[in-house]
């Protein structure tokens, strides 16, 4: 079975920056896009940002020019660079990766922006 493995969450001072990254327990074949969603107390599961297997680059507006996503689709890893974080970005943090047929999912990884 496919597990999506996270690290680089905890908690972090408002203006901090932290790093999440993703890899897959196995290759993945045709990787078509990857991203990360996060979850918010009170709201619903929401895109952060994705990439394609053709370098098409999404972020929700509340994130632009404070996080960067990258990422190897060949080798099914994904970064999330996250500056200048704020605590409305506390939230739990889910890794995807989508083929043909499949979503595979992280099981959630704690951000926590707080002083």
């Known amino acids: 079975q496919v597990q999506l493995v996270e690290s680089g969450g905890g908690l972090v001072r408002p203006g901090g920056s932290l790093r999440l990254s993703c890899a897959a327990s196995e290759r993945i074949d045709s990787v078509k896009t990857m991203g990360w969603y996060r979850r918010i107390p009170g709201m619903q599961r929401e895109l952060v940002a994705a990439?394609?297997?053709?370098?098409?680059?999404y972020y929700t507006d509340s994130v632009k020019d404070r996080f960067t996503i990258s990422g190897d689709i060949a080798n099914n890893a994904v970064y999330l660079q996250m500056n200048s974080l704020k605590p409305e970005d506390t939230a739990v943090y889910y890794c995807?990766?989508?083929?043909?047929?499949?979503?595979?999912w992280g099981q959630g990884l704690q951000v926590t922006v707080s002083s």
């Open positions: 990439i394609s297997s053709s370098g098409l680059l």
């Open positions: 995807s990766q989508t083929d043909v047929d499949h979503d595979y």
